[in-house]
């Protein structure tokens, strides 16, 4: 067991460090343009331009003109010519490779950044990577040096700062604070559509064929057929015009849990009728095998059947999927919060896309694969512990 968990442990980092690299390749293939804001564009000169990409690690100074665009003979460097406006002179500037470009951003994944007392990062000190800090601590030395009373040095994860939508601050910072929204309401809504969602398909299968059994369906029917903008829409107009609910999110409204209930009764009508319809599903299958025929014969009531036996196995597929679908609601909602203009992650992805945010979108993308990874892994430890028959790794098979 432990040699199966580590074994999907480094799969699951092999993943992850796949998609971080091909995620990264296809940002570098954008136009360097990209990687400006609309006013930067407009007020940069080509030297700033070509500073701000030396910066930021894309380009290096030409190592044939050391810089200058010309030669010692006065003829203009051929090997940084790419991007000159000037026939006469180069640019000074030459292309990083990519390679290059993803050893530094790996190397600095992981870096040390000094706060003061109050929590708020001190600009003045140079952050230090995992590894300068690692071979600081080796030879016995501080890093930072000597440091204010109250300074400390934390480990954070450095995937850039933002370029366009938030611009100077770090991605991790901009996820963080939208990520916390989308788990709030999404965690409320999960949990609403679970217990309704698992109790109402218990009554399906318990009825099957019944007035509450085609009451169900038809239900699950309606919320997959009609688009979900539409149910929303009634759901907002009803919300507010029956129950007097606000309309829009207000995290400073003064009484905020009000205008979250819409967000989660909306998030929650797709998930209820999915867990309804697997569970049902589920049930009816268990309800026809013959150990269930055995305990009824015994003598056992309908009520120990269905929630000591049959409940119990039809529940194991489900929890299959239970932590990825936790997990996953750090990722939002795109349609829910921007009908409800909840500040969330739903719409950050495609609003990061659309302004070209590169490194926000590269640490979005990196959420969501590592999100979606640690779900799956998850979900089939939380199987194995609901029902021990089923083992992970196995005399001559694996799960």
Not at 41 to 48: G, I, S
Not at 206 to 221: C, M, N, P, S
Request: with cysteine; proline share 4%; hydrophobic share 45%.
């Amino acid at each position: 067991m432990v040699k199966y968990i580590i074994k999907r442990l480094l799969q699951s980092l092999l993943t992850i460090l796949l998609v971080v690299c091909l995620v990264f390749f296809l940002m570098r293939l954008m136009p360097k343009e990209y990687f400006f804001t609309e006013e930067e564009l407009m007020k940069f000169t080509d030297q700033q331009k070509f500073s701000k990409l030396e910066a930021l690690g894309i380009m290096d100074i030409c190592p044939t003109c050391h810089g200058t665009g010309l030669l010692e003979v006065g003829e203009k460097c051929p090997d940084c010519m790419t991007y000159s406006t000037n026939p006469n002179q180069g640019t000074g500037y030459v292309d990083r490779p990519i390679l290059a470009q993803l050893g530094d951003f790996l190397g600095n994944l992981l870096e040390f950044r000094v706060f003061n007392a109050k929590g708020k990062e001190v600009k003045t000190i140079d952050p230090i990577n995992f590894w300068t800090w690692v071979g600081a601590k080796f030879r016995g030395e501080n890093a930072f040096g000597e440091l204010k009373e109250g300074y400390g040095a934390r480990l954070c994860f450095n995937l850039g700062k933002s370029i366009r939508l938030e611009k100077g601050q770090y991605v991790t910072d901009v996820i963080a604070a939208k990520m916390s929204v989308s788990m709030e309401i999404g965690l409320f809504s999960l949990a609403v559509s679970l217990v309704l969602g698992v109790i109402l398909g218990v009554l399906q299968a318990r009825y099957k064929d019944g007035l509450l059994d085609h009451i169900g369906t038809g239900y699950t029917v309606l919320v997959n057929a009609v688009p979900h903008l539409v149910i929303y829409t009634i759901i907002m107009i009803g919300g507010a015009s029956l129950f007097g609910l606000p309309m829009r999110y207000d995290a400073t409204a003064a009484n905020p849990g009000l205008t979250k209930i819409l967000p989660v009764v909306c998030l929650s009508i797709g998930s209820t009728a999915g867990y309804m319809l697997w569970t049902r599903r589920y049930m009816v299958d268990e309800l026809n095998k013959d150990y269930i025929r055995l305990a009824k014969l015994k003598g056992l009531s309908d009520r120990k059947v269905m929630f000591r036996h049959v409940l119990k196995n039809a529940f194991v597929p489900l929890a299959q999927y239970l932590p990825y679908s936790i997990l996953l609601t750090v990722g939002g909602s795109l349609l829910v919060e921007r009908f409800f203009a909840v500040p969330g992650m739903g719409p950050e992805l495609t609003n990061a896309i659309n302004r070209y945010d590169l490194n926000l979108v590269q640490g979005i993308v990196l959420l969501y694969a590592t999100m979606g990874i640690l779900g799956v892994f998850l979900g089939d430890l939380l199987m194995t512990l609901i029902d021990p028959r089923i083992k992970l790794t196995g005399k001559g098979d694996v799960r």
